[in-house]
Each structure stands twice: as structure tokens, then as C-alpha cells.
């Protein structure tokens, strides 16, 4: 009963997703080839809010759910660990049309050959889990 709250919390956000058209094709589609701003907006929004919120957290203590403090460790910025990952990400994006977030929303509207990008993803990151400690991080 307690992750009532958190179900409720991701069906709303799925709702969303779905009238902002986050999770359609098209407006994927239209923003990798620079023809609309709609979910350069969208993405826009959500790091400046992002950067907002963790400050926000930050300066208050926020606890999680199992009231532990909330930890924010530092990372290795290196560059090319992010151009790397996020060309990965990039591509995956553009070829199956969906990041892993709406992916979910898209099975909630019926579009059933998601599950096959799903267990792509969960091969992925399986296949990550074995080869992790062999990568450069």
C-alpha cells in the first residue's frame, strides 16, 4: 500500500507524456532532424528544472523514501565517457524511436513491438552488468 503513491505518481506521468506527444514517433522524428523545437523545449525544461530541484534538495537535506539522506556523490567528468555514452544513447533513440522512459507509455497505448525494444534494452544492460568492471569508466 505504501508504493500506492509512487504507482499513482507514474501513471500521472505517463499521461502526460502521452498529450505533451513526448512519446510519439513524429515529434522524435522532427526533432533529429532540427524541423520543430517542441522536444528540444520539452528536454530543455526538464534539465533547468532538474538543476533547480537537486539544488533545492541540496540546501534542504530531502530524505529518500526509507528516510535516509539523500547523497549526491561527485563523478569523473570525463568527456569522452559522455560523448561515448551519449551517442550510444543517442542512436538507440533515433533507430527504435523511443527513450527509455516513454517506452513504457507506449505499451500502455497498445503499441505491443515495444517489448521488443524493452528486452533489447534489458539484453543491454545485461550484457553492461558482465562487462563493467572491463570498461573504461
Partial sequence: M????????GIL???????AEIVSWYRIYEMFN???FHMYGIIG???VLGIIMVQWMKRKGTKNM????????P????IVRYLVGGTIFGLGWALVGACPGPM???IGQGYLIILLVILGA???????GLLRDKLPH
Wanted: net charge positive; glycine share 6%; aromatic share 20%.
Fill in 104 to 106: 513504457f507509455v507506449l
Fill in 122 to 128: 534489458l539484453l543491454g544492460t545485461f550484457a553492461y
Fill in 75 to 78: 563523478k569523473n567528468m570525463s
Fill in 34 to 36: 532540427f524541423q520543430a
Fill in 13 to 19: 506521468f505517463g499521461i502526460v507524456m502521452s498529450k
Fill in 45 to 47: 525544461s526538464a534539465v
Fill in 2 to 9: 505504501s508504493y500506492l503513491k509512487f504507482l499513482l505518481t
Fill in 66 to 73: 526509507y528516510g535516509d539522506p539523500v547523497k549526491f556523490n
